[in-house]
């Protein structure tokens, strides 16, 4: 079972317990102690539970459906960021930092990032457990928002999307 950090959690439970009666609506009995419970930071949670809180998440705020995923991304990116994973944005578009923040948050697929030539990196993310829509749009505003914080303003595209039946997901970045 795929795992997702409860660094990462945080946020989406946050947000739904500052909505607590709308969500308690929206989500399935089985995740209803999310509600309740205490995230713990260092603890590892279900993946597929950390993408059903984000799907409830998408229905409760208001906007369009990419620009609520393009604000989780941001939100996510500024949370960590500005917390305990501070230094990773130290060196935007690295492999590294990319690597790091991708395995320290979840333990299902594999992130990298290529230098294609100056000003242009490709993002690759493989065997993800819970590739969707949702992810998707978070990832890519997350690594924008993440080099935007260490100084460098990307800019953005997807390459390929395992839900369109690519091998992987990819994301290339200019700048």
Not at 23 to 29: E, V
Not at 75 to 94: F, I, N, Q, R
Not at 153 to 158: H, P, V, Y
């Amino acid at each position: 079972m795929a795992r997702a950090k409860g660094t990462v959690m945080i946020g989406s439970v946050k947000y739904l317990r500052s909505n607590k009666e709308e969500a308690a609506k929206i989500l399935p009995d089985d995740l209803q102690h999310y509600l309740t419970e205490r995230i713990s930071p260092s603890a590892w949670y279900p993946e597929e539970d950390s993408v059903e809180l984000i799907r409830a998440i998408v229905q409760l705020m208001p906007g369009h459906f990419d620009e609520v995923l393009e604000k989780l991304g941001i939100a996510t990116a500024k949370l960590l960021g500005e917390g305990v994973y501070s230094h990773l944005v130290s060196e935007p578009g690295s492999d590294s930092s990319a690597y790091a923040l991708w395995t320290s948050m979840h333990d299902s697929g594999k992130m990298s990032v290529t230098k294609e030539e100056d000003h242009v990196v490709i993002y690759r993310l493989v065997e993800y457990s819970h590739p969707c829509r949702e992810m998707c749009g978070i990832v890519g505003s997350f690594f924008q928002e993440t080099n935007r914080m260490g100084g460098r303003k990307i800019t953005l595209s997807e390459v390929d999307c395992v839900l369109s039946g690519a091998a992987e997901c990819s994301w290339r970045g200019t700048w």
